[in-house]
């Protein structure tokens, strides 16, 4: 079945500093990509929908300038958190469409994210 | 706007215990409904879906049913195990608006 690589699957990281996770779409095309952020016991926020070719679209509340969104070809879109703090620690996740919405969505297997 | 509900956890049952978790939505139009499972540390995981009123969705001995004249959309399982201690999520998907939206996430705990 289709399946979205994701990577790292955890990283540790200093205040201040930058952090790029990456997501493959290794046996279909991903036109669109979802990145989603997970707090402890808490459901998945979406923060962006990512289209290739073209620039991501936001949800309200998230800073487009903190969360960098890439998606430059049809198998990889990337997030890049930029000078990141402690309260970006979370649990990050991407996902694809599969044909039609009808069929679901595959997910990543995640990013956990400690800004120390 | 399109949102979803679901039963509150955490839900703490014995093994071979009959396990239903609960789902209703609020939707325009005609959503495709999903659950999906997360294990600790992992993503998501698709578990199970029904893309119209009545359909039933089934996938390792859980089950769910499309049912719109109660927008809902419950998870059952006859004899739960161990290995299905995980957190479930509801899920819809409109199309139109090209996203999915999830419920708060159900988490579930099964006692040896």
């Known amino acids: 079945g289709a399946v979205v690589s994701q990577h790292p699957s955890w990283v540790i990281c200093k205040s201040g500093t930058s952090v790029k996770i990456e997501c493959r779409s290794l046996d279909f095309q991903a036109t669109t990509m979802f990145w989603y952020r997970q707090f402890p016991k808490q459901s998945l926020m979406l923060m962006a929908t990512s289209n290739e070719g073209s620039k991501a679209t936001y949800e309200q509340g998230v800073e487009k300038d903190k969360f960098l969104i890439n998606h430059a070809s049809l198998t990889l879109s990337t997030l890049t958190v930029t000078s990141a703090h402690p309260e970006d620690s979370s649990f990050y996740i991407c996902?694809?469409?599969?044909?039609?919405?009808?069929?679901?969505?595959?997910f990543g297997s995640g990013t956990r994210l400690t800004v120390v | 706007g399109n949102s979803v509900t679901q039963m509150e956890g955490p839900v703490t049952l014995s093994e071979e215990a009959f396990l239903t978790i609960n789902c209703t939505y609020t939707?325009?139009?005609?959503?495709?409904l999903f659950w999906y499972v997360q294990y600790p540390g992992e993503g998501l995981q698709l578990l199970l879906k029904?893309?119209?009123?009545?359909d039933k969705g089934s996938n390792k001995g859980f089950e769910a049913t499309y049912r719109k004249e109660t927008t809902s959309f419950h998870l059952e399982k006859g004899s739960v195990q161990v290995s299905d201690s995980a957190v479930y999520f509801c899920a819809l998907s409109d199309y139109g608006a090209s996203k999915i939206i999830f419920g708060s996430g159900t988490r579930l705990s099964i006692r040896p």
């Open positions: 996902s694809a469409r599969l044909s039609g919405g009808a069929e679901g969505y595959t």
């Open positions: 029904a893309t119209k009123a009545d």
């Open positions: 939707a325009t139009g005609y959503p495709s």
